[in-house]
Structure formats: C-alpha cells, structure tokens
C-alpha cells in the first residue's frame, strides 16, 4: 500500500475525505520534519513510513472523537514538531489553530511550515502553557484543547484546561495503558472544571500501533488560582 492510500484508508476509516491537495501537503511537510530535524530536536522518527504512521495518521486519529469536527477554534499545547495541530489544520484548513511550545527554535520550524504550506488562520506562539493560561485572549477562549505531549494526565490537566470554554472538551493523546493514570487524575479534572467524558481506542493502519483518546468536558470554569507557577503542575501534581 504507497502513502497516499494508507493515509487514504485512515481518514477513511473515520469519516474524514482526503485527496491529492492535502496529501502533497503532508509529503511537503515531511520533508521538512527531515530535513530541520537535523539541526533542531523536533523527533527521533525520520522514516518515512514512520513519520507518516507514527506522527501524521496518529495526529489524524483525534478525529475519531466526532466532536472535534465542530469544533471552530482550537489549540495544541506543547505542540513540538506541530503534532496534532497541523495535521488537524491540514485535513480542516477553516478550522483556527494555536500550536503552543516553549521552545523558540521549534517555533522557527513551525512558521516555516506555516509559510511553506500556505496554511491560514494557524499560529504558533513562543511560550509556557502556565503563562498564556493567565492572558485573557487565551484562557476558557477555545472549542478544543488538544496534546500529545508526554507528561502525565494530572500535570497535563492542569496545563490544558484553563484554556478550554465551558462546554468545550480537552483531548488527551495517550498510550494504550491508561486505568492508573485515569485514576490519578479525577481529582485535578474535577479540580480544573472537567469531567472525562469517553475514552477512544485508537488503532493505526498497517501497524501494531493504538493509543488512546482522553475526551474531558469542561463542565465549570477553572478557579483563578490554577494553572500554578511554572513547573508546579509536574513538581507537585493536584492529588
């Protein structure tokens, strides 16, 4: 199966249409994951195959959680190499998008990817998730709050949820070993105004690879006083 009918079958597989437009978008954006991956840390996953399995048909999943659909502005913290956020960009172009990482010179790469692409309505911003969850253009301001980064639940809740509105949903790209972690985190969510709403299995074509989508409703806004300083959410998570 070439690339395009692998990725065809995935967006496929959950509703989403796809074509030769998108595709050259993501063949584009993949050369220059390649390509700036040799002077800045974006990924340890150069393959081809690998980048389109691992980081583009993995990022696309999200869409298996319908809501996601609707879902006008959204924003990616601790994006990285852009992941979800512009493949999410990619399969919705009217979609508005905010990748949020707190380092510059992934910022760099992400602009030119922006520029690149000719994708609109998409920013990315230098910075800590605790400092723009204080700003009010930013905070309970988006739809969708979305993240693939590798910190646990708990820290990750408090770092997303400030920015999700009331009645919006943060989604939670895990691994397949989720229970403990669920465990851990129901006070924080709880904490933070949300409620873990489903849990969606994920499973990636042609691969042995699944993981698991966390979808948490903001039921209430998030108190003042979250998220804390920087470095507090991981150094002393909410119990």
């Not at 967006?11 to 991956?37: A, H, P, R, V």
């Not at 195959?49 to 048909?57: M, Q």
Request: with cysteine; glycine share 6%.
């Amino acid at each position: 199966m070439d690339y395009f009918e692998l990725m065809n079958v995935a967006c496929t597989n959950i509703g989403l249409s796809f074509d030769e437009d998108k595709y050259n978008k993501f063949i584009q954006y993949k050369d220059m994951i390649q390509e700036w991956n040799q002077k800045v840390n974006l990924t340890a996953i150069t393959e081809d195959s690998e980048i389109i399995k691992k980081h583009f048909i993995d990022s696309i999943k999200i869409f298996k959680f319908q809501g996601l659909k609707d879902a006008d502005r959204i924003i990616d913290i601790g994006t990285g190499g852009g992941f979800p956020g512009i493949p999410m960009k990619i399969m919705f172009p009217d979609m508005e998008v905010v990748l949020l990482d707190s380092l510059n010179k992934r910022i760099n790469f992400l602009n030119e990817v922006i520029n690149k692409l000719g994708l609109k309505k998409i920013t990315a911003i230098h910075g800590r998730a605790e400092d723009f969850a204080r700003e009010a253009a930013y905070r309970e301001g988006f739809d969708a709050v979305v993240s693939r980064a590798v910190a646990n639940l708990t820290t990750l809740s408090e770092l997303c949820i400030p920015y999700v509105k009331v009645g919006g949903n943060f989604i939670a790209m895990k691994g397949p070993a989720i229970d403990e972690e669920l465990k851990e985190a129901q006070k924080a969510i709880s904490t933070l105004g949300g409620k873990v709403n489903e849990i969606i299995e994920v499973e990636i074509e042609e691969s042995d690879l699944n993981h698991n989508l966390v979808i948490i409703n903001k039921n209430n806004s998030t108190p003042k006083a979250y998220p804390r300083k920087p470095g507090m959410a991981s150094k002393k998570p909410l119990k």
